[in-house]
């Protein structure tokens, strides 16, 4: 508290060790390799990751009424509107699984995707008034909002099984397969589509703004070429190479497998799709790395 | 070699109007354009499509380099746009240089405003955390030095009710508090001093001071100038982009107040008055008490404000008004021609001058707005000038930076002797008591 007398007391104490041999110096130049992502100094943010994905639960529902609830009716209600609108109204098949839970699986696994993907695009518009005054990996950004939606999915994940447990005990067949090992990794294959696609578009924005509005619209069509609301063997056989070529339709028929036990998904497939993924991955760094240092200049 | 930051030719280059690129249909065009071998459609008539990157180019930064040794507090002054903000935006690696270099030995913090990161909803407590973690620090350091940032914040009441409770000048308490508890070995600080009342600033100048002679490294930015004196021996003194001295803070003080004939001390009316004006203004200017035209006082000399304004035809009753407003938007004062005979006066139709004198020792250090207007009060507007700015600086001695007060004139003190009632020597008639006795206790 007496800041000033206190110190006027000591003599000056000169740091002892200052440059540490842990932390390498700083050098800041004009160019920048386009592998030069820092990861290790990503690592080290990991405590500000921690915090941000835990004020981003937190913040959420201390502004609304219901809370966390959201995070329960959200899935619950579109989930009720895909069984009546595509179930029963337009009567897509479900290749023999309960409707409603055949929707629910799409659904929250699409909703992790969506919304990660989505706030992740949004990552350096969201963020300028901090990311110009402080710096900080700007990484940490885009992978604390992929975990942070990994909360919420957590919590529709467990409703999901709740529900899955109600149909059990009410007399239905529920058939849960081998495939629930891979779930932890289809997740994670989720998790990386929506940081590496996300990253791209959010370095492209720095340069297109356009973009930013064609994001949400352009997550809402890619749901309609992804098997979400409907299983892939409903495509006829001279179109199941298109929808083959759409990486997500492994992931999504693998959750389908695992949970409900229907949906055509082969172990090749899947390797490939993740091949894929790091492919996204690594090319969203390379433009990440490029733009982030002179994207404050734009805003 | 001591040298802890060493800054090696660093420049900055802006494009002007490029910023952006534009828009994916105006690349498209461009990009449609060059295949068909058409003039690019997006550049101006009479430029080719090289012009984006020749053209308009604004350079915030110019070969600037300097080097800090460890330990030392080095202070950066220079006027609006002579490119601080830009060197501390590239030093907190929030922005790239254009060219030039930057090397920095060990953690790095940069303090470049006060709470940044805070989230309304969340609790002061919830805050220091995130705000802490934002600036670099770990979960565990902040944990062992919460109760000391709670501390020095004076908020430990409100620690845990939403930061959107608190009024501004706490949550500015905090923010500080935070960032003043920050260890790094290189700190780099802009005008964060800047905020909150005087008392709290004067509180963290004075932790400022601690933290440099805790040897550690600092680049402190500021318009302060009783700042910078008394927490920096060495100063860097940037003008347009380029530095123009570095040395002891004393001469970069001198030198910068004594450059500073900024265009923002003239206006000169430049396009005919308008006919339907039966006065109008015709120049404004700022001149020390040599009579030179500058923008930035000492607290020690006069400011002298001239206006010269011609009146078409002898005019109806009406004044000429100036109005100083400080850099927080409050009106210092108002003065206006009139004010000694108490009525408007009709002027004659020709050309009439004016001169202000603002005394010594009356204004804070800060910066200043003037505006001027001829006028019918609250009936006709005729002429309005606001392009005039100036800053002072506290040059006086040691004992008047802490002084608190919108303006801090020098007042007259006469000592009495004994333990005689004042009040008496000021009111013969007993007939009003200053009632301070309570606060006297």
Not at chain 1, 241 to 257: A, H, Y
Request: charged share 15%.
């Amino acid at each position: 508290m007496s800041t000033t007398v206190a110190s006027l007391q000591n003599p000056p104490e000169p740091v002892s060790g200052g440059r540490s041999a842990a932390i390498p110096p700083t050098v800041i130049t004009a160019e920048r390799s386009w592998f030069d992502w820092r990861l290790k100094q990503l690592w080290r943010y990991r405590d500000l990751i921690a915090l941000f994905v835990w004020r981003d639960f937190v913040s959420v529902y201390k502004q609304t009424i219901l809370g966390p609830a959201w995070h329960i009716i959200r899935p619950l209600f579109t989930t009720v509107i895909f069984t009546v609108v595509f179930g029963q109204i337009a009567g897509l098949s479900t290749d023999g699984a309960p409707k409603f839970l055949f929707y629910m699986v799409g659904n929250v696994a699409w909703t992790y995707f969506a919304s990660s993907l989505d706030n992740t695009a949004k990552t350096f518009v969201a963020n300028a008034p901090l990311f110009g005054k402080v710096y900080f990996h700007r990484l940490v950004i885009p992978v604390s909002l992929v975990i942070s939606n990994l909360v919420a999915f957590g919590i529709q994940f467990g409703i999901l099984l709740t529900v899955m447990g109600i149909y059990h005990f009410s007399g239905q067949q529920i058939h849960l397969t081998m495939w629930l090992l891979w779930l932890p990794v289809l997740l994670a294959m989720l998790a990386g589509y929506s940081l590496g696609a996300g990253i791209i578009i959010c370095a492209m924005t720095a340069r297109y703004r356009d973009l930013s509005y064609l994001v949400t619209f352009g997550i809402q069509s890619l749901m309609y070429v992804t098997p979400v609301i409907y299983p892939s063997s409903t495509i006829p056989e001279k179109f199941q190479w298109l929808i083959r070529l759409n990486p997500l339709t492994p992931i999504f028929e693998g959750f389908r497998l695992a949970l409900l036990g229907v949906g055509s998904v082969t172990a090749a497939q899947l390797g490939l799709s993740f091949a894929a993924m790091l492919v996204l991955l690594v090319a969203g760094l390379l433009l990440f790395t490029r733009v982030e240092r002179t994207f404050m200049d734009t805003v | 070699m001591a040298s802890i930051i060493s800054v090696g030719h660093l420049s900055k280059t802006y494009r002007l109007g490029a910023i952006g690129g534009g828009t994916l249909q105006e690349d498209f065009a461009r990009w449609w354009a060059r295949i068909r071998r058409k003039p690019d459609p997006s550049s101006g008539i009479g430029h080719d499509h090289r012009t984006r990157q020749t053209g308009n180019v604004f350079r915030a930064l110019e070969d600037v380099s300097f080097e800090v040794d460890e330990g030392e507090v080095l202070g950066v002054v220079g006027r609006n746009g002579a490119g601080k903000s830009t060197l501390l935006k590239i030093l907190s690696q929030v922005t790239a240089p254009t060219s030039g270099r930057v090397v920095m030995h060990g953690r790095v913090a940069s303090l470049l405003e006060v709470g940044t990161g805070f989230h309304p909803e969340l609790t002061g407590r919830e805050n220091v955390f995130l705000n802490g973690a934002i600036l670099g620090m770990t979960k565990a350091e902040i944990r062992s030095k919460f109760d000391e940032i709670v501390a020095f914040s004076e908020c430990a009441a409100f620690i845990d009710t939403p930061v959107k409770r608190y009024s501004s000048g706490m949550s500015v308490r905090l923010a500080f508090a935070v960032a003043a508890h920050l260890e790094p070995e290189i700190l780099i600080v802009d005008e964060v001093l800047a905020v909150g009342d005087a008392q709290f600033q004067h509180k963290c100048l004075g932790r400022m001071s601690e933290v440099s002679r805790g040897g550690r490294t600092v680049l402190f930015v500021s318009h302060n100038m009783g700042a910078v004196r008394r927490l920096c021996k060495r100063s860097v003194l940037l003008d347009g982009g380029r530095v123009r001295s570095i040395g002891p803070s004393d001469d970069a003080i001198a030198e910068y107040l004594g450059g500073a004939t900024a265009s923002s001390a003239l206006w000169r009316r430049t396009e005919p008055a308008p006919a339907s004006s039966d006065i109008c203004l015709e120049e404004v200017s700022l001149r020390n008490s040599a009579g030179e035209l500058t923008s930035a006082f000492a607290s020690t000399e006069p400011v002298f404000v001239t206006i010269a304004a011609k009146a078409r035809v002898r005019t109806r009753p009406m004044q000429i008004t100036f109005r100083l407003t400080n850099a927080e938007g409050i009106v210092v004062f108002t003065s206006a021609n009139t004010d000694e005979g108490h009525a408007l006066v009709a002027l004659d139709e020709g050309t009439r001058q004016f001169r202000v004198e603002i005394p010594a020792l009356f204004l804070s250090a800060g910066s200043y707005h003037v505006e001027v207007a001829a006028h019918v009060p609250r009936e006709t507007l005729f002429d309005f000038v606001d392009s005039i700015h100036f800053s002072v600086e506290d040059t006086w001695a040691a004992v008047r930076h802490d002084l608190l007060g919108v303006v801090t004139p020098q007042l007259t003190w006469t000592a009495f002797s004994g333990s005689a009632n004042v009040s008496r020597h000021l009111h013969p008639t007993h007939g009003i008591s200053v009632g301070s006795d309570a606060h006297n206790r």
